[in-house]
């Protein structure tokens, strides 16, 4: 089988230096509080919401991404990538325990009916599981080009999404982000190396952002009825507004991603996300991650 899918490889798939010198695998040290409010975005229950939606789909997309890698690199020769993809199961695996230490929590703390949408999640994951190798990498890389809007967006944006935020969601979502863009380049170049053909890769683009969006929303909605936001004329202004902000700003990398010259190295990371890599270079071994500071009208890098 594995010969057979090996002889299938892109055989024009060089290797290109990454933006990054070296994809970091970090422990996710958050001491989340056991009282946290799942409302963690001061007066913006729709904005908390829609992330702690898009939370609750992450333990079971990162296995599914770790788990395509690790089936991918058996057939991949190239040690740089190789080792890139070993980086990208560590971080991404970090991440989900994170997120599903979050979610226990936001379920505990007054959402109990995100357990019927993790059901769900992991039904959906299961079937996605049994598609090719190309279409769940395919799937990957292009989940991984929405990821590069949300980074970019999420920190050039921290200012007015996160002022007075709850300090430890801010600052876990933030660092998930940018080892987002820290490790961007290795989804596609995984789907490069196996295939690089170029119309399954843009439909991978549209299948993997809308499907983790979709369950995303689906989680906001669920919660959002729950305290019966959906009936109040402000509420769902404030919905429409928080939609057409994300979309502005994550669409971009959605269409960038859709044409046929894209890689992920087009991205320029930004100054925050370089400046935060290279203070947590001098962080003592075995200390918290310090926090935001998210009454700072800045929000500098916390280090
Ligand atoms: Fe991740
Ligand atoms: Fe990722």
């Known amino acids: 089988m594995a010969i057979a899918q090996r002889t299938r490889m892109n055989d024009s798939y060089h290797y290109l230096p990454k933006n990054v010198g070296e994809i970091v695998v970090r422990p996710f040290s958050f001491d989340f509080p056991e009282d946290l409010d799942p409302l963690w975005v001061p007066a913006n229950p729709v904005r908390s919401h829609f992330f702690n939606g898009v939370s609750l789909t992450m333990p079971y997309l990162e296995p599914y991404l770790v788990q395509t890698s690790r089936e991918a690199a058996e057939l991949i020769d190239d040690p740089r990538l190789l080792e890139d993809m070993k980086a990208f199961d560590g971080q991404e695996s970090r991440h989900f325990e994170c997120h599903r230490r979050l979610n226990k929590l936001l379920r505990d703390n007054g959402y109990p009916e995100f357990a019927q949408v993790e059901q769900r999640l992991k039904a959906s994951y299961a079937r996605l599981s049994k598609r090719s190798l190309r279409t769940r990498l395919a799937y990957s890389a292009g989940f991984e080009t929405m990821t590069n809007g949300f980074t970019t967006w999420m920190i050039a944006k921290r200012r007015s999404l996160w002022r007075g935020a709850e300090r430890h969601v801010t600052s876990f979502w933030l660092m998930h982000m940018l080892e987002e863009a820290e490790h961007k380049t290795v989804a596609f170049d995984a789907y490069m190396a196996y295939s690089g053909k170029y119309l399954p890769r843009a439909f991978g683009v549209l299948h993997g952002s809308l499907h983790v969006l979709g369950y995303g929303l689906i989680g906001m ?19 429409v507004r928080e939609m057409c902000v994300l979309a502005w700003n994550v669409a971009p990398f959605l269409l960038h991603g859709l044409s046929p010259w894209h890689n992920p190295r087009d991205f320029k990371d930004t100054d925050w996300m370089l400046e935060w890599i290279a203070a947590y270079k001098k962080l003592p071994e075995g200390e918290l991650i310090p926090l935001i500071d998210t009454s700072d009208p800045e929000m500098p890098v916390p280090f």
């Open 221 to 239: 909605f669920t919660a959002l009825k729950k305290d019966g936001r959906l009936r109040r004329p402000g509420d769902l202004a404030r919905l």
